[in-house]
Structures are given as C-alpha cells and as structure tokens.
C-alpha cells in the first residue's frame, strides 16, 4: 500500500441530529431501543453498544443527493451523545470480533465503481481496501455488514 488509509465515522452533527429526534432518511423518528449486546454497532463511536444501553435505529443514507445508488438503510447509534471515532488511521476495534465485512468503492459522482464490491475476511479490510482505493476511478470505499448489507463506515485515502 503506497498511501494511508483513513476510517471515517458517522458526523458528529448527523448523530446529534438522529440523537435529538431528527427525522431519518424515510422521515421518521428513530426508534428507541434497548441493546442485548448482541452486535449493536453504533456508527458514530464505532464501538459495540453494550447490553442494557438504549440505542437508536433509524434509516440513513450515507450519500450527499438522491440518486439510483444512494442506498439507505439501518443503522444504530447510542441513544446518548458519544464521542466520535477519532483514530482514522486505523480500522475500528469492533472489526475484530467480525468474520467478514462487505466493501464497495464508489466514484467522486457517488455512483458504485463495478468491480470494486465483495465480501472479504474482517482482518483483510486494510489491504483490502487500498487495493480498491488504488483504482483512480474510485474516490472512497463504503464498510458494509455481511450479512445484512447495513453502512457501517467510510474509507479514504488519507492526505
């Protein structure tokens, strides 16, 4: 890899927004729930959200404009305010306890880059997402779930 990666979470002023009741991607309230503790990922601290804790589910839709490939879909966050991932130059703890992880590279018009989606192994995200990123073509790669295709995080080549 000839260049850093970095890992971006959710933005502090989209969660404080989900947080104080802001209407989702499908104008509805996000919904109030309590974690089992059972792979509740909040997208803003990219951390698992703890047995007991309340979270919030809502519909995003991790793309500036409607478009034919701005998917929404869920995704939780802690129903408190918490802090945002800082560490961008590496890839979230909670990766660790994953065995796989989905990845798509899009372009700077926000569309899909064909040829850059796949199911990898949770410990090969880094090279595997500078190889897509490697692609002049493809502008940053999307860090979905496997098995239920949900947004979890951004990457993007650092600098």
């Not at 190889?131 to 940053?140: H, I, N, R």
């Amino acid at each position: 890899m000839s260049f850093a990666l970095r890992f971006i979470a959710l933005p502090t002023e989209i969660a404080r927004s989900y947080q104080s009741g802001a209407p989702d991607a499908h104008g509805h309230k996000p919904e109030l729930r309590i974690s089992d503790g059972d792979h509740v990922p909040c997208r803003h601290c990219l951390t698992e959200i703890a047995a007991g804790e309340p979270y919030l589910v809502l519909a995003h839709r991790p793309f500036p404009a409607l478009q034919p490939y701005a998917e929404s879909g869920p995704i939780f966050l802690h129903a408190a305010p918490c802090a945002r991932y800082t560490d961008e130059s590496a890839p979230p703890r909670m990766f660790r306890d994953w065995l796989h992880l989905l990845i798509r590279g899009y372009g700077t018009d926000d569309r899909i880059v064909y040829g850059t989606g796949g199911q990898i192994r949770a410990d090969e995200l880094e090279e595997a997402a500078a190889d897509v990123l490697a692609d002049p073509a493809v502008a940053y790669v999307h860090v979905r779930s496997a098995q239920y295709n949900c947004y979890q995080c951004r990457i993007e080549r650092a600098g």
